[in-house]
Structure formats: structure tokens, C-alpha cells
């Protein structure tokens, strides 16, 4: 069985062709100090991945896999090369005590009837968290991936100016 994580590259929608215009719009920020470590995967990753795993024999195959890159990604080191791809220098870095009052005031707005506030108290705990899976017996299977997390955003930022 396999189970992608959250998978990006050309062609995406929601969440992460925001995330892509977002940056492009100078509207991405991460919260100050906080770096989390994430595993994503590009999706021409997750299909190098998915060939190998069909032609290898079942017997040398295990219950599960997590379909993600390896080594999980610095959302900060992947939010500034998005932002170099589109001719920005880097990420803004908020405080944190300012959007813990900005994330309550997005929940009170939700509250009221706005569906979609740009800062939830929720959103704001994801910007933070990692969220890293154990790939040992991915790599194991799978050995080097062909493409580097540079050359995705590369693709994926070449695919949206395009689009």
C-alpha cells in the first residue's frame, strides 16, 4: 500500500498552487525562529518512486510506504528558492506574538461567517509543526531520487509562469 503525503509540482491545485502564488504575490511569511521541517514530495519524485515499487518483486516489498522526498524539506530554505524562482529575495519573517493575536482574530472571523480568513489559529499551529515521516525503507527501495528539491521548484516555478 502506498500513501502519498503532500504531493506538488506542475499541474497541482489547492493547497500548494497557493502556496506557489502566494509566495509569487509577496504574501507568503513564516512565523519568526520557526523553521519546521516537512515531508513533501515533488511529484515526479513520487512517480520514480511508484515505477520503482511496480517492478520490484512483492516479496521485497513491505505493507507501506509514505510517498514523500527524502530528506524532509526546511519550509524556509523551500519558501526562498519559490521566491528566487519569482525574483524575490527571501521570505518575511513575522514575530510570533503578532500572528498568535492575528491567527484569534481569523478564528473570530471565521466564527462570523468568513469561510476562508488568511490566518487561523489552526493554520498558524500547521506553519509550525513538523510533520516528517520515516523514509529508511523508502530510500532503501527506492535509492536516490532524480530530482532535487532545487530543480522541482525549478519545474513547478517554469510550469506556473507558463500557466
Known amino acids: 500500500m502506498v500513501r502519498p503525503t503532500s504531493i506538488w509540482g506542475p499541474y497541482f491545485e489547492i493547497p500548494y498552487r497557493t502556496f506557489f502564488d502566494t509566495v509569487r504575490k509577496r504574501m507568503f511569511f513564516l512565523p519568526e525562529n520557526h523553521n519546521p521541517k516537512k515531508?513533501?514530495?515533488?511529484?515526479?519524485?513520487?512517480?520514480?518512486?511508484?515505477?520503482?515499487?511496480?517492478f520490484e518483486p512483492k516479496e521485497n516489498l513491505d505493507l507501506t510506504y509514505y510517498l514523500t522526498d527524502y530528506p524532509p524539506l526546511d519550509l524556509k530554505e523551500w519558501a526562498d528558492m519559490v521566491s528566487q524562482e519569482f525574483g524575490i529575495k527571501q521570505t518575511t519573517e513575522i514575530p510570533?506574538?503578532?500572528?498568535?493575536?492575528?491567527?484569534?482574530?481569523?478564528?473570530?472571523?471565521?466564527?462570523?461567517?468568513?469561510?476562508?480568513?488568511?490566518?487561523?489559529?489552526?493554520?498558524?499551529n500547521n506553519l509550525i509543526t513538523n510533520m516528517v515521516y520515516d523514509t529508511q525503507r523508502l530510500e532503501k527501495l527506492c535509492g536516490e531520487l532524480p530530482y532535487s528539491l532545487q530543480e522541482g521548484v525549478t519545474i513547478t516555478a517554469s510550469w506556473l509562469k507558463k500557466n
Open 39 to 54: 515531508s513533501f514530495g515533488f511529484v515526479l519524485n513520487t512517480v520514480f518512486q511508484l515505477e520503482k515499487m511496480l
Open 96 to 124: 510570533m506574538p503578532f500572528l498568535k493575536i492575528a491567527s484569534k482574530a481569523g478564528d473570530l472571523l471565521q466564527k462570523l461567517g468568513w469561510q476562508n480568513p488568511p490566518l487561523t489559529t489552526f493554520r498558524l
